[in-house]
């Protein structure tokens, strides 16, 4: 069977099921992580899959693959992708494979994969699909073995919270739902649960809390029940949304703010944070004694830097946050949760009021142009060649233009067929026009794109 190059990400593998990614796609697959294993001698890899609907059928292919291909597996079935990062850290492997669709529309699936402790591209992956000939013999071993008691465990170790908090969470009907309600209940939160049966089909909205319409039903149950916050999770778990007491979104370069200035006020070090990031995050950092590092988009990319530079934290504007202080780096948007409801303890002061401390900014959300997978790249790549935007251009990712007043920011999506753009200015005047102007420009450069932000 013919595997499309085009379902081989920068950071992971994606595609819709079953056209581009299905049993037969993922034991192919499965061989070419044999021979990456096999090469790092690594014998033993867990495994685990979210709640999509061709979630089980493609966990139970990876794992006789992966057994017939010479590798040992232990199956930890249903759980969120930071869950299987744990069980990956806590086996002497610290090796992983999670079947997951993350934030896609749910007739997408696909892997996220960690090997040596290392995260490893799907480009990589692709590029040994020629060798799986190259594979052992032997067969290995499957087991099955549950980490959630652990990783709750651990969990309510490191976090200690003084007071009872009234808190929503909103699973989206995604596979957060099999640990978050237990977790933040026994951490000693009043806890009103939204969507947190997992569901496939995701009935009541679609899983990606970086949207601000998916946060609606979350503002409501907010205000309604008098909550102290709300939190918001992706499909597979790995990125947090967070809306205040008022019902107002908060931002996740603005949550990343929060979280510097409580870990920089104890402890100095380095923060990475990605290219779609407000320009007062980098500020703030240098302001409380802090080395900021900015760094293309991609939970990829930043586990690499992580890796790198050994940060006190790192995050993105999509609400992948990644502790690295005293927690493991890698992201985890509900262990992020509990973080931020413990700074309502720490700093004595509410969700609301911690934001209201931070500068206003005037910014967009992530901006979506739709284009085909093959286009986007040209597209920016073309972008970047002939702009003639007057400003201190950083081409780390797309290309992100500082100006006096603000900043512009387009690039690739390398999880959906998007050209994402975001926009930031000192006032709500110059955002406008900073906005107006790139994308007068993307019209000049690109005339036959439809422009049609979402």
Not at 338 to 357: D, V, Y
Not at 382 to 396: M, P, R
Request: proline share 4%.
């Amino acid at each position: 069977m013919e595997i499309s190059k085009s379902i081989f990400r920068e950071y992971d593998i994606r595609g819709i099921y079953p056209e581009q990614i299905n049993e037969q796609v993922v034991q192919k697959i499965a061989k070419a992580i044999s021979v990456k294993c096999l090469n790092e001698g690594v014998s033993e890899i867990c495994i685990a899959r979210d709640g999509r609907l061709s979630g089980e059928k493609l966990l139970s292919a990876l794992a006789n693959s992966l057994s017939d291909n010479g590798i040992d597996v232990i199956n930890t079935g249903m759980a969120t992708t930071p869950l299987l990062y744990f069980a990956a850290k806590k086996s002497a492997s610290k090796s992983g494979v999670m079947i997951t669709g993350s934030h896609n529309p749910k007739s997408y699936n696909g892997i996220k994969l960690i090997i040596n402790d290392n995260p490893v591209s799907g480009n990589e992956i692709y590029n040994l699909l020629d060798k799986i000939d190259e594979v052992s013999k032997r067969k290995g071993k499957i087991t099955f073995k549950n980490f959630k008691d652990q990783y709750i465990s651990e969990i309510k170790k490191n976090i200690i919270l003084k007071d009872k908090l009234k808190i929503v969470i909103d699973c989206g009907n995604g596979a957060s739902g099999c640990v978050a309600p237990r977790l933040y209940s026994e951490l000693g939160c009043d806890v009103v649960n939204l969507y947190t049966e997992i569901d496939g089909n995701f009935p009541n909205h679609h899983p990606d809390p970086g949207k601000p319409e998916n946060l609606i039903d979350l503002i409501k149950k907010v205000k309604e029940t008098h909550a102290d916050l709300g939190l918001a999770f992706d499909g597979d778990g790995d990125r947090v949304g967070l809306v205040t007491a008022d019902g107002e979104i908060v931002f996740p370069d603005k949550i990343l703010m929060m979280l510097c200035k409580d870990i920089l006020s104890s402890n100095k070090g380095k923060i990475i944070y990605d290219v779609k990031c407000t320009d007062s995050l980098p500020k703030l950092i240098k302001d409380y004694g802090g080395t900021p590092l900015m760094y293309p988009t991609g939970h990829f990319n930043i586990k690499n830097g992580i890796k790198e530079h050994n940060p006190l934290l790192a995050g993105e504007m999509s609400g992948h946050i990644f502790f690295n202080d005293r927690w493991y780096g890698f992201d985890d948007g509900v262990y992020s949760g509990a973080r931020i409801i413990e700074l309502i303890f720490k700093t004595k002061k509410s969700i609301s009021n911690l934001n209201k401390q931070l500068p206003t900014l005037f910014s967009t959300p992530e901006l979506n142009i739709k284009v085909s997978d093959e286009k986007k790249f040209e597209i920016v790549k073309k972008f970047v060649a002939n702009c003639t935007l007057e400003g201190e251009k950083i081409s780390i990712d797309g290309l992100r233009v500082n100006f006096d007043n603000g900043w512009g920011l387009l690039r690739a999506s390398n999880t959906t067929p998007m050209i994402v753009m975001r926009f930031e200015g000192n006032t709500k005047e110059n955002l406008i026009k900073i906005k107006n102007k790139f994308i007068k420009e993307l019209s000049r450069i690109c005339p036959d794109i439809d422009i049609n932000l979402n």
